[in-house]
């Protein structure tokens, strides 16, 4: 048996098993995540991240997703902020500035750093796609929701009962509709107390940022505290509906993810906004380290 070292993080709940693969190979994530992820008989997550090098020189280092029940994911906007504070509190990087290569392409990490600690991490997701790709999406549309693609399948489905999440979204997830299953986001407007925003400034982009509560069925783990690419598919579902403008506060089981869907090419706090990215903000979080027994044939 190989002893393998991990440590366990969370963006806003969504848990997940980091291994640093340069120094500890895994010969099969597939059941590794099943393994571990067992809440009762393993570490317990909602799967395993591989931290590796990137192949390819736009990037400086990869990442591959396995969930909960071993099928890999495209891309995980949770599991990428806590990459980026992996990497640089851990001292594998001194650039506040990271390219992360996931199967849905390069992404770009920015730290906000203070005293050496990563307080969040500002993702640029890519830009949005409503181009429903064949092998994501069937003909027949469930005919409930909005489809967004964020480099991975988002159906978000705008209701005042978010917590129809664990039925509806069990269907859902492997309706004939989504041949290769799909993420459910179910979203309600939350009302604003008026008298605590008061003297607020108004974003950028004029008005002040709307606020969703989002509940999310995750494709290959099922309800979890919080989705990444769930919050940015729910921000732009709702800026199509005009339910929002091109900001949102997505506020999940877990936390709450700030997301920016930009509309120009500008500069924010030194960064370059790109037009049509969304951009997503949020915490990352250690929750601990050890060592699990890798077992061998």
Known sequence: MNRIYFTKMHGCGNDYIYINTMQHPIADPSAAAIAWSDRHKGIGSDGLVLIDKSPIPEADFSMRIFNADGSE?????????????????????????????????????????????????????????????????????????????????????????????????????????FPQRCNIEFVTPLERDMSVLKGTEASPRGGLEEVFRTRVWERGSGITQACGTGACATAVAACLKGLAGRDSDIQMDGGTLHITWSESDHETEGALYHKDHVYMTGPASFVFSGEIELQTT
Do not use: W
Not at 106 to 117: E, I, M, P
């Open 73 to 177: 994911a495209m891309m995980c906007g949770n599991a990428s902020r806590c990459i980026g504070k992996y990497l640089y509190e851990k001292a594998l990087t001194g650039n506040t500035e990271i390219r992360l290569l996931t199967r849905s392409g390069v992404k770009t990490l920015l730290l906000h750093v203070k005293n050496n600690q990563v307080e969040c991490v500002t993702v640029d997701m890519g830009i949005p796609s409503f181009e429903v790709p064949e092998q994501f999406v069937a003909s027949k549309d469930p005919g409930l929701g909005t489809f967004v693609c964020m480099g991975n399948p988002h159906y978000v489905i705008f209701t005042d009962d978010v917590d129809q999440v664990a039925e509806t979204g069990r269907t859902l997830e492997r309706h004939p509709a």
